[in-house]
């Protein structure tokens, strides 16, 4: 099919504005995009339970995807960009603002590229994610050259494949990833499941493991096979804590772990921030930063870290400013700002302020901010 035509007689209104009214929208098809879906999360839930319901809310989001598609929205946003992040439709503009007013200068977004992505006014698919990738560094670029993007240093993509895919779709999936990074080389940051070296293409692990409060079973043991087959960071990692060979191992590697403390409690899988493990590893020096995960669907909307940081500082007594001034430094000096090499990699990060390349300048503006902001509160 050709694009869609918008008739002359026809007005066009957001979604947001017409949820409820629309003949036909289920309610919690028009209700998972906006956050509201966040009340099934109850303090008496289970675990299982709980991610029971997660993957019921993903699953409608990627049915609402397809409803999106059918309605027209305002002029006024049809200058940015709208993409199907696991069905669910998302202003990057409007992200990367929230994230900067939250004091955020750099992110890199998590996707999992199983959906199917369609240019503005196009109803087939494309074959293949260069569109997508095109106009996800022209928004980075407007955004990074507006009033509103002043200061923000830019964005990439971790390519994320869902591991619960067969190994021939795992590795169909990793082929349209090393296309991609060959294409837009400024763009793609990492890979999730298995490294890709192909073609003169050095694609960096950043695996999530240990995301599950068990002992010794296989998300337990995907920590193993994380620092095993190489990766930079690591999510979550709750069950590192148990494991001191481990963390002797990633203090060695320089391998960092992204700390969720609102994804954690929302989850079940800490009962309060009291009870998690993040002080643990603080104190056998683990490098540490903050993370939010899944924001679309646990944080009502909000997706920047203030909330983490602020769960933290109120609720772990041994985690003060300079404490949290280490993680949010951390959260730069562990940036994949560029591509790099293992050497380089492990460099920089050696290295930090005093270094010559793209992270030590972004240290050193990060510490200035820093200066102003402790002669604003202390």
Same mark, same amino acid.
């Given at each position: 099919?050709?694009?869609?035509?918008?008739?002359?007689?026809?007005?066009?209104?957001?979604?947001?504005?017409?949820?409820?009214?629309?003949?036909?929208?289920?309610?919690?098809?028009?209700?998972? !995009?906006?956050?509201?879906?966040?009340?099934?999360?109850?303090?008496?839930?289970?675990?299982?339970?709980?991610?029971?319901?997660?993957?019921?809310?993903?699953?409608?989001?990627?049915?609402?995807?397809?409803?999106?598609?059918?309605?027209?929205? $305002?002029?006024?946003?049809?200058?940015?960009?709208?993409?199907?992040?696991?069905? $669910?439709?998302?202003?990057?503009?409007?992200?990367?603002?929230?994230?900067?007013?939250?004091?955020?200068?750099?992110?890199?977004?998590?996707?999992?590229?199983?959906?199917?992505?369609?240019?503005?006014?196009?109803?087939?698919?494309?074959?293949?994610?260069?569109?997508?990738?095109?106009?996800?560094?022209?928004?980075?670029?407007?955004?990074?050259?507006?009033?509103?993007?002043?200061?923000?240093?830019?964005?990439?993509?971790?390519?994320?494949?869902?591991?619960?895919?067969?190994?021939?779709?795992?590795?169909?999936?990793?082929?349209?990833?090393?296309?991609?990074?060959?294409?837009?080389?400024?763009?793609?940051?990492?890979?999730?499941?298995?490294?890709?070296?192909?073609?003169?293409?050095?694609?960096?692990?950043?695996?999530?493991?240990?995301?599950?409060?068990?002992?010794?079973?296989?998300?337990?043991?995907?920590?193993?096979?994380?620092?095993?087959?190489?990766?930079?960071?690591?999510?979550?990692?709750?069950?590192?804590?148990?494991?001191?060979?481990?963390?002797? &191992?990633?203090?060695?590697?320089?391998?960092?772990?992204?700390?969720?403390?609102?994804?954690?409690?929302?989850?079940?899988?800490?009962?309060?921030?009291?009870?998690?493990?993040?002080?643990?590893?603080?104190?056998?020096?683990?490098?540490?930063?903050?993370? !939010?995960?899944?924001?679309?669907?646990?944080?009502?909307?909000?997706?920047?870290?203030?909330?983490?940081?602020?769960?933290?500082?109120?609720?772990?007594?041994?985690?003060?400013?300079?404490?949290?001034?280490?993680?949010?430094? $951390?959260?730069?000096?562990?940036?994949?700002?560029?591509?790099?090499?293992?050497?380089?990699?492990?460099?920089?990060?050696?290295?930090?302020?005093?270094?010559?390349?793209?992270?030590?300048?972004? &240290?050193?503006?990060?510490?200035?901010?820093?200066?102003?902001?402790?002669?604003?509160?202390?």
């Amino acid at each position: 099919m050709g694009p869609i035509r918008r008739p002359k007689d026809c007005h066009w209104s957001q979604l947001v504005g017409q949820r409820g009214q629309i003949a036909g929208v289920p309610r919690t098809a028009s209700s998972a !995009n906006t956050g509201e879906s966040v009340a099934v999360w109850q303090s008496g839930r289970s675990i299982e339970q709980n991610w029971t319901a997660l993957e019921e809310m993903q699953r409608q989001l990627r049915y609402s995807s397809y409803l999106v598609r059918a309605f027209p929205t $305002n002029q006024s946003y049809q200058q940015r960009f709208s993409v199907q992040l696991a069905g $669910n439709s998302i202003w990057i503009y409007g992200i990367l603002k929230e994230l900067h007013e939250d004091g955020i200068r750099y992110v890199a977004f998590r996707l999992v590229f199983d959906f199917p992505y369609r240019r503005d006014r196009h109803d087939e698919p494309e074959s293949d994610y260069e569109a997508f990738f095109q106009a996800f560094g022209k928004e980075i670029e407007k955004f990074k050259y507006s009033p509103e993007g002043k200061g923000f240093h830019g964005a990439r993509m971790i390519w994320t494949t869902v591991r619960a895919l067969s190994n021939r779709s795992i590795a169909e999936n990793m082929k349209h990833c090393i296309a991609m990074k060959q294409k837009f080389p400024e763009l793609v940051a990492g890979y999730d499941v298995k490294k890709c070296v192909e073609g003169g293409v050095d694609i960096p692990f950043l695996f999530p493991a240990g995301d599950w409060a068990g002992d010794g079973d296989e998300t337990d043991h995907n920590l193993y096979d994380a620092i095993l087959l190489g990766t930079r960071r690591i999510g979550h990692g709750l069950t590192l804590h148990k494991h001191p060979p481990l963390i002797d &191992l990633l203090k060695e590697k320089k391998i960092l772990i992204e700390c969720c403390p609102i994804s954690n409690e929302v989850l079940r899988l800490t009962s309060s921030i009291m009870a998690h493990p993040l002080p643990a590893l603080l104190a056998r020096g683990v490098p540490v930063a903050f993370c !939010n995960d899944d924001p679309t669907l646990l944080r009502y909307g909000k997706s920047g870290l203030t909330h983490d940081f602020c769960q933290v500082l109120n609720g772990l007594e041994n985690v003060g400013l300079v404490g949290l001034a280490t993680m949010a430094e $951390n959260s730069i000096r562990w940036s994949c700002f560029e591509d790099q090499s293992s050497s380089e990699w492990l460099r920089d990060i050696r290295s930090g302020l005093t270094g010559t390349g793209v992270k030590a300048a972004r &240290l050193k503006d990060w510490h200035m901010e820093f200066e102003r902001f402790c002669q604003r509160v202390i």
